[in-house]
């Protein structure tokens, strides 16, 4: 602790290196031409009154954002015309893995120069003093040169909202929402040489969502439509209410990486459909169709541009579809003071969510769902308490 740097401070190099600053290295960097993420939004609707508690209202919403931040994009990839477009495993691809002269070896004192030999990969990379971003299996989001939140994501988002209103009125409260939407965006890149971002649905849509929120107080009791004057009856069976939650919602795409997100592989992929069952509940059993694809290290993709995407509209992890009611009594002791018993039920039907499929080809659970249950299971809770 007397000497905590014993060998003195790093001496910043500054810009005494010109073009050879952290040549050999691989190389983060935030953007330099931060610009400001925005959005452009539109709107129109409609509502109707059917009656002095009941409402209808009906409301196109739309949304397009522009420039918003990517957050790996790789600038040291290896050219496009190099790359194998064919649908299976180029076995002339391996080329690109071949040792050659290594015209910068003895320049400087950097893993790029430091051997005699160097790759064809290497060479052949934008920025070959620096690690290629390039591997067999597609670009790399954690090596090479790296520029963060570059601003050239985009998205659009269009929905469709119903809403469907009955203030109290006869003891009775509801709402009933329903939203049908698309959310595609632009914040990823397939492949490093792409012009521009892959356009995919976005993992966080989901086209259809419904909630209703139901609030009855039952028709028991003294001054309700079945009078209780007893106050002891009253005490039993008058007072309930009734509340409901119902919720619905399409899952979010399956996402196809086959790997890390900042590392992504691509997919041998014979052109049958995928056919997903989120509710495949046999341990080890495929949710899709495997046979689809070609799952063989030995047949993977080797310096390729890939076409697979990562989201399919169709493809989607499990639904949200839970009922959440709950049981109130009143007991009244004063004028404003009463206490509240509570039953409340949550998924009461208990629905699991599954968790999304194993979408990495190479693992030997490609297919199947192994995570835990993504919501809570049917509980029961009692509670009390006193307002006054």
Do not use: C
């Not at 539109?42 to 508690?53: E, K, L, P, Y």
């Not at 005699?116 to 591997?135: I, K």
């Not at 989901?206 to 002891?232: C, M």
């Not at 059993?285 to 047949?299: C, G, H, L």
């Amino acid at each position: 602790m007397s000497n905590p740097y014993a060998n003195g401070f790093l001496t910043a190099t500054g810009s005494s290196l010109g073009l050879a600053t952290f040549a050999g290295q691989g190389v983060t960097f935030m953007n330099p031409n931060v610009k400001s993420p925005y959005s452009l939004r539109w709107n129109i609707g409609v509502q109707h009154t059917f009656s002095n508690s009941l409402m209808l209202e009906v409301v196109y919403i739309g949304n397009h954002a522009v420039h918003l931040p990517i957050n790996f994009t790789q600038l040291n990839g290896i050219p496009r015309q190099f790359l194998s477009t064919l649908p299976i495993r180029d076995p002339n691809q391996t080329y690109l893995a071949n040792s050659v002269s290594n015209p910068f070896f003895g320049l400087a004192n950097t893993s790029v120069s430091a051997n005699t030999s160097a790759s064809v990969a290497q060479l052949l990379a934008r920025f070959p003093e620096f690690p290629v971003g390039d591997t067999a299996s597609g670009w790399n989001g954690s090596g090479g040169v790296i520029e963060q939140n570059l601003n050239a994501g985009s998205s659009y988002f269009n929905s469709l909202n119903v809403r469907v209103q009955k203030r109290l009125s006869h003891g009775l409260s509801f709402t009933f929402n329903y939203i049908h939407s698309k959310l595609i965006e632009r914040v990823t890149w397939l492949n490093d040489s792409d012009p521009a971002p892959e356009k995919r649905i976005s993992p966080i849509d989901h086209p259809n969502r419904i909630v209703t929120a139901v609030t009855y107080e039952l028709p028991f009791g003294r001054d309700r439509l079945v009078k209780l004057q007893s106050r002891l009856v009253n005490g039993l069976f008058g007072g309930w209410v009734l509340n409901s939650v119902y919720t619905y919602q399409t899952g979010g795409p399956v996402m196809w990486t086959n790997g890390s997100t900042t590392s992504p592989g691509d997919y041998v992929y014979f052109g049958a459909p995928i056919v997903l069952d989120n509710r495949m509940a046999d341990p080890g059993v495929p949710a899709f169709n495997i046979a689809a694809f070609d799952t063989k290290s030995a047949d993977a993709f080797n310096y390729h541009i890939r076409t697979f995407p990562t989201a399919i509209s169709n493809l989607r992890v499990d639904v949200i579809n839970q009922w959440d009611p709950s049981l109130l009594k009143r007991f009244q002791f004063t004028e404003r003071g009463y206490f509240q018993l509570r039953f409340e039920f949550f998924n009461v039907l208990n629905h699991p969510i599954f968790p999304s499929p194993n979408t990495t080809a190479s693992n030997a659970l490609f297919g199947t769902i192994s995570g835990a249950q993504a919501n809570r299971p049917r509980s029961i809770q009692l509670g009390a308490r006193i307002v006054w």
